[in-house]
Each structure stands twice: as structure tokens, then as C-alpha cells.
Nanobody, 121 residues
């Protein structure tokens, strides 16, 4: 089992910044991929930023240039720095990791409980 605990969400004005953090119960090196998703009210959950393999990152087009994902292998944390927040960034942000299942093409995925971000205009 993997526990993921997010923190750092809150209420912020448009144009402001936040830093979200995800604390994992395992070493980050055990994960195939790790990153952040978000789900806005009435919308599907979407990937915003992730490490897809090693140091290779992938960002949603809507957040490129404003969101930066980073990790601290010593602390087992995955952070998301968010700049120039917009009202449309309002959502619950979830930490997500995958772990390969040995001898199979499949992976297990784990989710945190989420941290809410509300951006006021």
C-alpha cells in the first residue's frame, strides 16, 4: 500500500501563487510515474503535471509556463509550484503515483485525498 498526503491548498487571489506538496509513504524511486491531477466542479479529473519517466515531465497545455513539478527524493515529496493563478485553476488537486506490477504490463495506481485550491477573481 502507498499513502499519499497532500498539503498546501487554500484560497488565493488571481495572480497569486501556491506551493502544493505530496508526502509519499514510500521512496519515490519505487514509482513508475508520479504527479498531480485536478478536478474542477462538474468536470472530469485531468492530469496537470507529472514525471512520466525519470526526469521527463509532462504538463497540460493550460498550465505550461505557470506550473512546475519537482521532487525531493530525500524527503519522499512531490511538489507543485503554481504561479499566476487563474479562477479556472480552482479545483481539488490530487497526488497520483503508479507502481509497476512485476512480470506484467500493468501498473497499480494510488491517489491522495486531495487538497482544494480556490482562486478568487
Amino acid at each position: 500500500q502507498v499513502q499519499l498526503v497532500e498539503s498546501g491548498g487554500g484560497l488565493v487571489q488571481a495572480g497569486g501563487s501556491l506551493r502544493l506538496s505530496c508526502a509519499a509513504s514510500r521512496r519515490l524511486s519505487t514509482f513508475n510515474s508520479m504527479g498531480w491531477y485536478r478536478q474542477a466542479p462538474g468536470k472530469q479529473r485531468e492530469s496537470v503535471a507529472e514525471f512520466v519517466a525519470g526526469d521527463i515531465t509532462n504538463y497540460a497545455d493550460s498550465v505550461k509556463g505557470r506550473f512546475t513539478i519537482s521532487r525531493d527524493n530525500a524527503k519522499n515529496t512531490i511538489d507543485l509550484q503554481i504561479e499566476s493563478l487563474k479562477p479556472e485553476d480552482t479545483a481539488v488537486y490530487y497526488c497520483h503515483v503508479t507502481i509497476a506490477i512485476a512480470w506484467s504490463p500493468y501498473t497499480m495506481e494510488y491517489w491522495g485525498k486531495g487538497t482544494p485550491v480556490t482562486v478568487s477573481s
